[in-house]
């Protein structure tokens, strides 16, 4: 019972830490277009200045795009097939964790008339509850038909951002390349 009481709380924090790592993502599409017949591409500027993101962030992830947009075989054009746009947008998240369990946690008090003691009862010890905020963001990854003026496919990324600079510029690699693993969309049987 020991060992399970010990392991609980370094349990939490490593599904805690893993799953803010995670990057979730969703796609839509128009069914009706042909994404065979895409193959060059340039970036909307118009709409990638409406981000609201630093313009050092913006070209992290315009380079990122790049970067596997040419891995799949797309190239880059002044006549393009496909617009690249990009829409971003963040919330600020706060956890407040309390750190007693159970009735009365364990700090200074509870044994004698007046808590002169260790052991169960209320205290200023351990159980004083912590927050922690953390940074959500999303990425939306807009590919316009250049021809009709039309979104025919549409990726979004969610996950936690980072300030650390030196793990900023893989976040958003990750970012977009969990994004664009999604095009061209398979249509399911």
């Not at 790592?21 to 193959?39: E, G, H, L, P, R």
């Not at 979104?151 to 664009?180: C, H, P, R």
Request: proline letters at 4%; one cysteine or more; glycine letters at 10%.
């Amino acid at each position: 019972m020991k060992l399970v009481l010990k392991t609980l709380p370094l349990l939490a924090i490593l599904i805690v830490a893993t799953s803010c790592s995670s990057i979730k993502v969703a796609t839509d599409y128009d069914k009706q277009a042909d994404f065979n017949s895409y193959k060059t591409f340039a970036f909307y500027k118009t709409g990638i200045d409406k981000a609201e993101i630093s313009d050092l962030d913006k070209r992290r992830i315009l380079r990122a795009i790049e970067a596997e947009l040419l891995a799949k075989g797309f190239t880059k054009s002044e006549t393009p097939d496909l617009l690249i746009s990009l829409f971003t947008k963040s919330t600020q998240r706060v956890d407040v964790y309390n750190n007693a369990w159970g009735y009365g946690a364990w700090g200074w008090g509870g044994w004698g008339p007046w808590g002169a003691g260790f052991g169960p009862g209320w205290g200023w010890g351990w159980n004083q509850p912590t927050a922690t905020t953390s940074t959500e963001g999303v990425l939306y990854i807009d590919l316009i038909d250049a021809n009709k003026k039309e979104l025919v496919w549409q990726g979004m990324g969610t996950g936690y951002l980072s300030q650390n600079m030196d793990k900023k510029e893989a976040l958003i690699k990750e970012f977009v390349s969990k994004i664009l693993e999604e095009y061209p969309p398979q249509p399911k049987q």
